[in-house]
Structure formats: structure tokens, C-alpha cells
């Protein structure tokens, strides 16, 4: 995934900045390379500061969204700029474990996979207090992967593999 935005500073500059995800995350600011590393083991979360001519530059990216606050506003959407780490209540990180590594644990990769997708939703309801929301994707992700698990022991069964 590459995303590429830019800006003018307060000298009338023109600045150019590039976020480049894949085999290792990557921010580039007019073609200064900066290797910049998740916060989470589940999910991409990043929030990343740096200075230009006076300017604070944040790269901000939650799962596969990636924006730029520039002096604390969002380039992309034009919102304030709210840090992840610090405004996401510790339950929430304790749901986004639950639900990859018992969601590998219940039925597997496909699991696991759900699991990290959803996990961006709680960051996300956190982000925007609602509690309610987090809640309630979790119990969901939680009904889905069961269903999976159903669904897969099933199927399994039917062809013989457990017998």
C-alpha cells in the first residue's frame, strides 16, 4: 500500500510525504527515508512524529488507513488530531489479543484473519468513545469466529478427516 499527500509550510514550501506499507513500513518526506514500526503485534498502528521548517508532521495509521495531521489536523478528513496510544483504553488492546490469538486458537488462520479486521473496528470505536460499539463488534467477531468453527468441524467431519 502506498499513500502520498502533501503540503505547503509556513516558508511556502512544497513538501512531499509518502507512506509505503509492505515488507516493512516506510515513511518518506521529501525523499528523507524513515523506517517507522507498528505499536501492536496484531494490528498496524502507527503515530509517528517528525519537524519540518517549524511544522509538526504526525503519521497516523490504523490497520490499512494511514492519514497526516499537519499541526494537528488530519490532512484527509480535515479532523483534530487525536493520539491513538494514549486515548485507547487498555481493555481494548486486551480484546484485539482475544480476539486473534484465541480466534487462531478456536478455528484457525481465517479466524485469525477476522480477528485482526475486527480489531481495527474497536481501536476505532474507542477512538470516537464508544464503548457500546466496541462491545459490540467484539461479540460479533466472537459469534462469527464460533460459527466458523462450526461451520469448519462440520465440513471436516463430512470429509473424513477427524476418523
Not at 50 to 55: D, E, L, M, V
Not at 60 to 89: F, M
Not at 120 to 144: D, E, P, Q, R, S
Amino acid at each position: 500500500m502506498k499513500k502520498t499527500w502533501s503540503f505547503t509550510d509556513m516558508n511556502g514550501a512544497e513538501h512531499s510525504i509518502v507512506y509505503k506499507n509492505g515488507f516493512g513500513n516506510k515513511l518518506i518526506v521529501d525523499g528523507t527515508v524513515y523506517k517507522v514500526k507498528s505499536q501492536n503485534w496484531f494490528i498496524n498502528v502507527l503515530d509517528y512524529s517528525i519537524q519540518i521548517a517549524g511544522t509538526d508532521i504526525r503519521l497516523v495509521v490504523l490497520g490499512n488507513k494511514a492519514d497526516v495531521a499537519i499541526n494537528g489536523v488530519y490532512i484527509g478528513s480535515g479532523e483534530k488530531y487525536v493520539p491513538i496510544q494514549a486515548n485507547t483504553p487498555a481493555y481494548v488492546w486486551v480484546l484485539v489479543g482475544i480476539s486473534t490469538i484465541g480466534g487462531y486458537f478456536v478455528s484457525g488462520l481465517i479466524s485469525l484473519l477476522i480477528g485482526i479486521t475486527m480489531s481495527t473496528l474497536y481501536v476505532k470505536h474507542a477512538l470516537n468513545k464508544k464503548t457500546g460499539a466496541v462491545i459490540g463488534c467484539f461479540i460479533g467477531c466472537t459469534i462469527i469466529q464460533i460459527v466458523l468453527l462450526f461451520v469448519l468441524s462440520g465440513v471436516l467431519g463430512a470429509v473424513g478427516y477427524y476418523g
